[in-house]
């Protein structure tokens, strides 16, 4: 089974048998987990989904469920990139300059509001799904497109918006890389969400690497 938090509107469809929506918290995906004859987790959400991962960890070891995480490598400053790594959505407000600059704002619609204290400031939000509510912010403007992007792409719309600062979190991958290659091609400074910290558990990197421990723990009855 395939299971989506319901974050967008339209999510890409899935040649699983899918479900939409939360599991009611740990007891909730453990409940899961047992109904429904679970064998193995593998927790693939973003790597910024706290919670989930979180709550699979948890859910996993109650039941003594078989857990994977699969994610994405973080991603590394180039030769020539401008970045500043700062812990969290709030020290990312703080980081950005007090004279009035021109932000990308890639971090999704989730935590909008902190950058409301810095009204100063132009936002470029792209998003998957048009907002449902007035934005918080007072001087912004939205691109709605789903990627993965081009640096192609990327550099024009950053030169469009005439951006000089790129605010994203470190959710690695290629999918979303074009707006890093964007801004140091244009030399613009990026500031960088660290990921989250989590509990221990086994993490891999690629689809092959799944199946391979799939394998592995299906021959041993793990």
């Known amino acids: 089974m395939f299971s989506y938090a319901g974050r967008t509107t339209t999510p890409a469809a899935q040649p699983l048998q899918t479900r939409i929506g939360g599991f009611g918290g740990a007891k909730g995906l453990a409940d899961t987990i047992r109904r429904e004859g679970?064998?193995?987790?593998?927790?693939?959400?973003?790597p910024f989904a706290r919670q989930i991962s979180r709550n699979s960890i948890a859910a996993c070891a109650e039941t003594q469920t078989p857990?994977?995480?699969?994610?994405?490598?973080?991603?590394?400053?180039?030769?020539?990139?401008?970045?500043?790594?700062?812990?969290?959505?709030?020290a990312a407000v703080a980081a950005l300059p007090v004279a009035p600059s021109r932000v990308f704002l890639a971090?999704?619609?989730q935590h909008l509001a902190p950058f409301a204290a810095r009204p100063q400031h132009f936002?470029?939000?792209?998003?998957?799904?048009?907002?449902?509510?007035?934005?918080?912010?007072r001087a912004a403007a939205i691109v709605i497109a789903r990627g993965p992007f081009t640096a192609e792409s990327d550099i024009a719309l950053l030169r469009l918006h005439r951006i000089t600062h790129v605010v994203?979190?470190?959710?690695?991958?290629?999918?979303?890389?074009?707006?890093?290659?964007?801004?140091?091609?244009?030399?613009?400074?990026?500031?960088?969400?660290?990921r989250p910290p989590l509990p221990e558990r086994r993490v891999v990197r690629s689809v092959a690497e799944v199946m391979l421990w799939l394998g592995q723990t299906a021959r041993l009855g793990v």
């Open 67 to 90: 857990l994977v995480a699969f994610e994405r490598a973080p991603w590394r400053a180039e030769p020539d990139d401008d970045w500043q790594h700062v812990s969290d959505v709030e």
């Open 107 to 109: 971090i999704g619609k």
């Open 168 to 194: 994203a979190k470190n959710a690695g991958g290629e999918g979303a890389r074009a707006k890093l290659s964007a801004a140091r091609a244009l030399g613009a400074r990026v500031i960088l969400i660290k």
């Open 38 to 46: 679970f064998s193995h987790v593998i927790d693939a959400t973003h």
């Open 123 to 137: 936002y470029l939000l792209r998003l998957v799904d048009p907002p449902e509510n007035p934005l918080p912010l």
